[in-house]
């Protein structure tokens, strides 16, 4: 289940660290050792760095400004930029890139193509989703927010909600029912929508954390020309399942190399403070580490799929449901070891509200208490534990489905 490295594939492991040796401070030692002015200004000036190189979209075709790499060279160059410690892309390239990008790329007109492609790879454009609604999350098929042809474009009127980095964005791809007589996987469309007119209006929505990287996304009477339909009208269901596919094979790369790190990064401050001497928090940080290293076998396995050119069906819910209940213990674990002391966050938070702090974070109570916080969101978001578990139970085990 381990990925074969050969020579050549070795011999281009170390391009890339020349490559990051050459662009890195001589002192670097993570993102994580900057402050949160320092991140963001850094991510902006990288973004450019990785644009000029081509290693923005890396896998994509040469011809539309990626980087033509390898499925295997594609997940080198993941693990490399894990250990370092540098982002992949910009904020929002997870969205612009990871998802529409490549969905562009199988569903996409060839206009759709050399018009939004560009943008994309240049920042001009930067993308949030539009899926989840306040009834329609996990059953993401109930969704109710419409769109009715008026001629050339679409008329769009409804809600989304848990709108990852959407005020940020200035472009949402948004999934919309298109014929409301259709069942219900079948008449969905997934459109193309300009975010800055007077019919889309966010509101951020405040975390227990205290960011707001989740939006309400308002729709009202919003257009969007009768081109951005991205594989067809009424065929939405089977794009969207295609764009959740796309992010799994990274993140099976990086996932275990960041909860690694981030474990490590629990042990060294168990033993500054004393707990490594307590044989109950030894049992939990023993059972913490173990997972980490079952989760890096995970990661291989489903590697293995991306690297011979499957896409994950439904057991990549195991990789996602595995890592996300993880977390939430291993957190646990952090602030029962910070004691009292995580009652008052001090230091450093987090860059980002989803996953681990970033790699050479510090043992800092701002840290792990916000991560702490998160952590809870990760067994909801991109399909809740429980929907992950019926997943399982009925694609993969053939268990009988869930009674309504």
Same mark, same amino acid.
Not at 60 to 84: C, D, H, M, N
Not at 277 to 286: G, I, T, V
Not at 341 to 359: L, N
């Given at each position: ?202 509101? +951020?929505?405040? #975390? ?9 996304? @308002?729709? $009202? &009477?919003? %257009? ?115 004691? +009292?002391?995580? #009652? ?9 509200? @989803?996953? $681990? &702090?970033? %790699? ?45």
């Amino acid at each position: 289940m381990q990925p074969t490295y050969s020579a050549e594939a070795e011999r281009y492991r170390e391009s890339v660290r020349a490559f990051l040796a050459d662009k890195l401070p001589a002192n670097w030692k993570g993102i994580g050792g900057l402050s949160t002015e320092e991140t963001e200004h850094f991510t902006r000036q990288w973004r450019v760095t990785l644009y000029e190189a081509g290693y923005l979209a890396p896998g994509w075709p040469k011809e539309y400004g990626g980087g033509g790499l390898s499925s295997l060279e594609q997940v080198i160059l993941a693990e490399e930029f894990t250990r370092a410690g540098v982002p992949t892309g910009g904020s929002n390239d997870v969205f612009s890139i990871g998802m529409l990008g490549n969905t562009l790329l199988m569903w996409g007109t060839e206009e759709q193509k050399r018009h939004y492609i560009p943008r994309i790879l240049s920042g001009e454009d930067i993308w949030c989703q539009g899926y989840s609604e306040p009834n329609a999350g996990s059953d993401l098929a109930n969704l109710g927010t419409r769109a009715v042809l008026d001629g050339d474009q679409w008329i769009i009127n409804g809600q989304k909600i848990w709108t990852s980095a959407g005020h940020l964005a200035d472009h949402i791809f948004v999934l919309c029912r298109t014929d409301t007589d259709a069942p219900r996987h079948k008449g969905i469309s997934f459109l193309l929508c300009d975010m800055r007119q007077p019919g889309v209006e966010v509101r +951020p929505i405040k #975390m227990m954390s205290g960011d707001s990287e989740f939006n309400e996304t @308002f729709f $009202t &009477d919003a %257009v969007a020309p009768k081109e951005n339909v991205v594989g067809g009208v009424n065929n939405g269901w089977a794009v969207a399942m295609t764009l959740l596919g796309f992010e799994r094979g990274e993140a099976a790369a990086t996932l275990p190399l960041r909860f690694a790190a981030e474990v490590e990064r629990l042990l060294a401050m168990a033993s500054e403070r004393g707990a490594a001497n307590d044989p109950r928090f030894r049992q939990r940080l023993a059972w913490c580490y173990s997972k980490t290293r079952i989760m890096q076998w995970l990661g291989w396995r489903q590697l293995t799929q991306f690297l011979r050119g499957h896409h994950p069906g439904p057991d990549g819910s195991i990789f996602k449901l595995y890592w996300s209940e993880y977390h939430r213990i291993v957190t646990e674990l952090a602030i029962d070891i910070l004691g +009292p002391d995580a #009652m008052i966050p001090e230091g450093r938070r987090p860059s980002s509200a @989803f996953q $681990t &702090d970033d %790699v050479g974070a510090p043992n800092s109570t701002g840290s792990w208490g916000n991560v702490f916080l998160n952590a809870r969101a990760g067994t909801i978001y991109a399909g809740t534990s429980q929907v992950q578990r019926n997943i399982l139970g009925e694609m993969v085990l053939g268990l009988p489905k869930e009674p309504r």
